[in-house]
């Protein structure tokens, strides 16, 4: 699985609830977690001592799903660290963060070759994806009427109303108050976008 003899990598893990789900499936599997943060456990076995077929079916069941690739393993953590970022918007201000910088610090990569890997694997760039998860976010914020667009556009790093409504507009094809009138405006789950 990796280098790191105890740490299964999972995918698609977003948010609390999915560390949460991981943890009940593998504890009912009997394996022994010594740490679970966003797509990655610790266990305290080795995984050579571990049920991974089982593991991976149980996983898989509920949405998620193992990673082997060292490749993905880097993709998926591109997508926890941007997900962590944009979902803890109260504690870190998204107009300050270069995501560039960013990711390479978290990652401990250079920047030119995460890019190119992500883009490559993914089909789009991680400023894109970035966008992406800014917008269902503001998706999320607009449904639930709990603020301005002005309070959108600021937590969510915009440097104006006007920049957010063009995104807004480019991604998903509504201006933010047509989604907000559109009752069958659904959104994504932030697993699921790309």
């Known amino acids: 699985m990796d280098d790191q003899k105890n740490i299964l990598f999972v995918k698609n893990m977003v948010c609390g609830r999915c ?26 076995k080795p995984l050579t001592q571990l049920p991974i077929n089982r593991i991976s079916e149980t996983l898989q069941q509920s949405g998620f799903e193992l990673i082997e690739d060292n490749k993905a393993k880097i993709i998926e953590k591109i997508k926890k660290e941007i997900i962590s970022a944009i979902q803890q918007y109260e504690k870190v201000n998204l107009e300050e963060i270069n995501f560039s910088s960013y990711l390479s610090d978290k990652l401990n990569k250079d920047y030119p070759y ?49 920049h957010l409504s063009r995104q807004f507009k480019n991604i998903t094809g509504f201006t933010a108050s047509q989604y907000k009138s559109n009752i069958n405006s659904h959104r994504k789950s932030i697993d699921k976008v790309i």
């Open 19 to 44: 560390i949460r789900v991981v943890r009940e499936d593998l504890e009912n599997l009997g394996v022994e977690i010594k740490s679970i943060i966003l797509g990655e456990v610790e266990t305290a």
């Open 114 to 162: 995460l890019s190119y890997l992500f883009s490559k694997t993914e089909g789009i760039t991680i400023e894109h994806f970035v966008i992406m998860q800014k917008i269902e976010k503001a998706k999320e914020f607009l449904k639930y009427g709990e603020l301005t667009l002005s309070e959108i556009a600021y937590w969510l790093g915009y440097s104006s109303v006007q």
